[in-house]
């Protein structure tokens, strides 16, 4: 039996295998690495789309494996695979945690069962990339997802990928994703022979930001933004689609609500067909990492949050999106305790948001409330502050103690901090803002009781 391991040798892994979720039955069914099978799976079938499949896939890889600031040697090639109730997800991280990768295989896709749900890391060794290489339009390809490993079956032969550690910068690129991404709405959706035009014209070593307007049946690009535009941040980055133009029937754009004078923000690339969609999701700018971003702190900084975690975790269903409506009926909650629940459980990978269709959906990973505060230096010395009586709050203007200096926060958000002075709460929050905000919220809780 093998239970969820924390290894620090430089940074955090968390390897794990489930075999699906707990259950409370007749008795407490508790899920670990063991089982009646020798090799249990959460799929085995055939993909009806084979040649995009394997396309797809290798984009998700060659993502793992770039990095796209300062490029370097390749990173890795570990996309992390999940049975979900009538679908696989396929998602990475580049190297540089500044591209997040995803391929849905959706049901039409899907030639096969899905007898259990669950998540796994897997290598996309060399061997296997040539193999995907050759698989064309209409030759067969197998696929078997399980706890421990991944097989894919094609004219060359099972080759069989095992799972490997998970690295702690993905489960912060995982939440941090989730989070900006629940902010975006569709802003475009062209045609693939415009999609391949807009595409194929963009300089691959590009790492400047651009804004995409719809512009007839395509997009245009300018260097300013405007209401409706999307920022495209180092078009470099989206070279990873050009293989899947030839499957693919539309290219979808996806960001938040941006005005004249906004600086650049995240955006989603997507590659779609009737059987599989393949996306990509860019940092703010090309130099950033998704794990750095910040934009979990505010939700994580109540101290109800955890708990509240704990509760939606056990309502977690493998429904194909997660109603929040649902979860905070069913919880006794309100809608935006649901959201910062489910981004605490976003810290450690439990649950992803996609923008196609507008809801989250789940994967089986190691939760851990202890990690979270490990994986947000913020955080914790925004509690460190609070609990140390460093704080002298007031809805205008508090004061911070931190050190031998002392900070000024207006309106619980901005700060006379060097963190802010450089970032201007474009990657969230500062520990002295959290520090505020937190006990604010602490005072509004005690004068409630």
């Not at 202890?370 to 509690?383: E, G, I, Q, S, Y």
Request: net charge neutral; with cysteine; aromatic share 8%.
């Amino acid at each position: 039996m093998s239970y969820p391991v924390l290894k620090f040798c430089g940074m955090v892994s968390a390897a794990y295998s489930y075999l699906g979720s707990s259950a409370l039955d007749d008795g407490l069914t508790l899920q670990t690495s063991g089982g009646p099978a020798a090799h249990p799976r959460f799929y085995t079938g055939f993909l009806t789309d084979p040649g995009a499949a394997a396309t797809g896939l290798l984009a998700v890889a060659e993502v793992a494996r770039t990095r796209y600031f300062r490029p370097v040697s390749p990173a890795s090639l570990d996309p992390v695979v999940t049975a979900g109730s009538d679908r696989l997800r396929f998602e990475s991280f580049s190297g540089c945690c500044g591209v997040y990768a995803r391929m849905d295989v959706l049901p039409a896709g899907l030639d096969g069962e899905i007898v259990a749900h669950g998540t796994t890391n897997v290598d996309v060794n060399v061997p296997l990339q040539r193999a995907l290489t050759r698989v064309g339009r209409t030759d067969p390809m197998h696929v078997a997802v399980g706890p421990d490993d991944l097989t894919v079956t094609t004219f060359d032969g099972p080759l069989v990928e095992r799972k490997v550690p998970l690295p702690s910068r993905w489960l912060r690129g995982f939440a941090e994703a989730q989070v900006l991404t629940a902010r975006f709405d569709p802003r475009a959706e062209i045609g693939v022979a415009e999609a391949r035009v807009l595409l194929n014209r963009l300089p691959a070593s590009d790492k400047s930001v651009l804004w995409a307007v719809p512009a007839g049946r395509s997009l245009r690009f300018t260097s300013r933004p405007a209401p409706g535009a999307v920022c495209l941040p180092g078009a470099g980055r989206l070279a990873a689609l050009k293989p899947f133009l030839r499957y693919a029937l539309t290219l979808r754009v996806y960001g938040p609500a941006v005005a004249a004078g906004s600086g650049p923000v995240s955006s989603t690339w997507e590659l779609s067909m009737p059987s599989l969609r393949l996306s990509l999701t860019l940092s703010p700018e090309p130099y950033r990492g998704f794990s750095g971003e910040g934009a979990v702190l505010e939700s994580l900084a109540s101290d109800e949050a955890a708990d509240d975690a704990d509760l939606v975790s056990a309502l977690l269903s493998w429904d194909p999106t997660i109603d929040v409506d649902a979860l905070a009926t069913a919880a006794g909650i309100d809608a935006r305790r649901v959201r910062d629940a489910l981004t605490q459980l976003g810290t450690s990978g439990r649950v992803g948001y996609d923008v196609a269709e507008a809801g989250y959906f789940h994967r089986t990973l190691p939760y851990s409330a202890a990690v979270v505060d490990r994986m947000n230096p913020r955080l914790a010395a925004a509690r460190t502050l609070a609990a140390a009586g460093a704080v002298t709050a007031s809805p205008d203007v508090s004061t911070v103690r931190s050190g031998d200096e002392v900070y000024q926060v207006r309106n619980a958000s901005s700060c006379t901090c060097p963190w802010w002075a450089k970032h201007r709460g474009e990657r969230g929050p500062c520990k002295h803002a959290l520090a505020v905000q937190m006990v604010l919220a602490g005072a509004l809780e005690a004068a409630d009781a």
